[in-house]
T-cell receptor, first 116, second 114 residues
């Protein structure tokens, strides 16, 4: 149990376009989802925390208008990188947390974004 | 504020030898401590966690970690290393008395030499 998926696993886009990344909890209901960003050879940096049905809470320094997060259901959260630029190229990882035995963060496999 | 330190960027161990990956933490309340492993271009895989109870925690793939409150440490150990253990290891802490954020260490790259 406790499987989290991300789609796509890898995406290449042109500068100025928008990219949507999906994060799904496959076998449990995720009351909270987290989005992280990881630069090469660095640790994970928390970007935002989202609770189902409410606005996401962004970490300091993260542009909420650039990184749009939607958590419309208990099994799905999306991260949209708007007007992507090469500096947005990174590895994006989501995690999901539920209740009871799922009251810890389970991580997705990550999405590699490359902006040309 | 809570923080996690992994003092070693890289650890090299010969196959078959015991390995230790160090981690120290700082929280104001009670810590929940985690170890994750990451293989290239992959997400994080959970290894083990400490919440309460026995200080020695056993996890996946033969790994274990010892919670030491006086030294505020949570070192990851394995009695006999395998080449397949080569990966990036992250220690993480969560202060359940404050909020639900997990703070990650910078990671330690483990190289197991055949």
């Amino acid at each position: 149990g406790a499987v989290v998926s991300q789609h796509p696993s890898r995406v290449i886009c042109k500068s100025g376009t928008s990219v949507k990344i999906e994060c799904r909890s496959l076998d449990f209901q995720a009351t909270t989802m987290f989005w992280y960003r990881q630069f090469p050879k660095q640790s994970l940096m928390l970007m935002a925390t989202s609770n189902e049905g409410s606005k996401a809470t962004y970490e300091q320094g993260v542009e909420k208008d650039k990184f749009l997060i939607n958590h419309a259901s208990l099994t799905l959260s999306t991260l949209t990188v708007t007007s992507a630029h090469p500096e947005d190229s990174s590895f994006y990882i989501c995690s999901a947390e539920g209740l009871g035995s799922y009251n810890e963060q389970f991580f997705g496999p990550g999405t590699r974004l490359t902006v040309l | 504020a809570q923080s996690v330190a992994q003092p070693e960027d890289q650890v090299n161990v010969a196959e078959g030898n015991p390995l230790t990956v160090k981690c120290t933490y700082s929280v104001s309340g009670n810590p929940y401590l985690f170890w994750y492993v990451q293989y290239p271009n992959r997400g994080l895989q959970f290894l083990l966690k400490y919440i309460t109870g026995d200080n020695l925690v056993k996890g996946s793939y033969g790994f274990e970690a010892e919670f030491n409150k006086s030294q505020t440490s949570f070192h990851l150990k394995k009695p006999s290393a395998l080449v397949s253990d080569s990966a990036l290891y992250f220690c993480a802490v969560r202060d359940m008395n404050r909020d639900d954020k997990i703070i990650f260490g910078k990671g330690t790259r483990l190289h197991i030499l055949p």
